[in-house]
């Protein structure tokens, strides 16, 4: 199983929000390191979204947020498109050992 | 723009060792720590190893240390991956990915992956 604990699904309608928490410790997320979130489409590599401190590179929607309260985190989704359904993951860092890097089990994300 | 090429996957045996290779382009290669990541079918993504961006710094997750060795030729903007001792659980889609910084950092560009089955 994963080191960081999503949600395998959430759903939402067209204009509704969503949120995916992601669920760490205190070797990770409550270690102080930042959460980063990605999303990928059938068939296709990863995309960065959040980029840590809810940073959202160029291109990536305000539609698309990030937070991180101590051994967790949050993306949410506002006004959810249909183009939005895919699966998103949340990376971080962990002190065991030192410089791994840890991703969530992924949550695949139904518009309804 | 960036653009990351993974070549080297295929079919293989268990017991046996594959190297995979990442061509890189439109960065200052050596100027930033790359990873591997894989991913299983209908499964989420696993981190393998990761460099520095002078190749003097490697980290490898627990499942495959020992067997495999992540380097990377500066000189020719290319990442590896040498595996050895394969196992069908090693059977996945191997990504390579760009940091955005040498720190602890997002990865902000990947390649379109290259399949490795490991299978009798």
């Known amino acids: 199983q994963s080191v960081l604990t999503q949600p395998p699904s959430v759903s939402g309608a067209p204009g509704q929000r969503v949120s995916i928490s992601c669920t760490g410790s205190?070797?990770?997320?409550?270690?102080?390191?930042?959460v980063y979130w990605y999303q990928q489409l059938p068939g296709t590599a990863p995309y960065l979204l959040i980029s840590?401190?809810?940073n959202r590179p160029s291109g990536v929607p305000d539609r698309f947020s990030g937070s991180k309260s101590g051994t967790s985190a949050s993306l949410v989704i506002t006004g959810l498109q249909a183009e939005d359904e895919a699966d998103y993951y949340c990376?971080?860092?962990?002190?065991?050992?030192?410089?791994?890097?840890?991703f969530g089990g992924g949550t695949k994300l139904i518009v309804l | 723009e960036v653009q990351l090429l993974e070549s080297g996957g295929g079919l293989v045996q268990p017991g046996g060792s594959l190297r995979l290779s990442c061509a890189a382009s439109g960065f200052t290669f050596d100027n930033y720590a790359m990873a591997w990541v894989r991913q299983a079918a209908g499964k989420g993504l696993e981190w393998v190893s990761g460099?520095?961006?002078?190749?003097?710094?490697?980290y490898y997750a627990g499942s495959v240390k020992g067997r495999f060795t992540i380097s990377r030729e500066n000189s020719k903007n290319t990442l590896f991956l040498q595996m050895g001792g394969l196992r069908a659980e090693d059977t996945a889609v191997y990504y390579c990915a760009k940091k955005v910084h040498s720190g602890l950092a997002p990865f902000d560009s990947w390649g379109q992956g290259t399949l490795v089955t490991v299978s009798s």
């Open positions: 990376q971080s860092y962990d002190t065991s050992p030192s410089g791994s890097v840890v």
């Open positions: 460099i520095s961006g002078s190749g003097a710094i490697t």
């Open positions: 840590g401190n809810n």
């Open positions: 205190g070797s990770n997320i409550g270690a102080g390191y930042d």
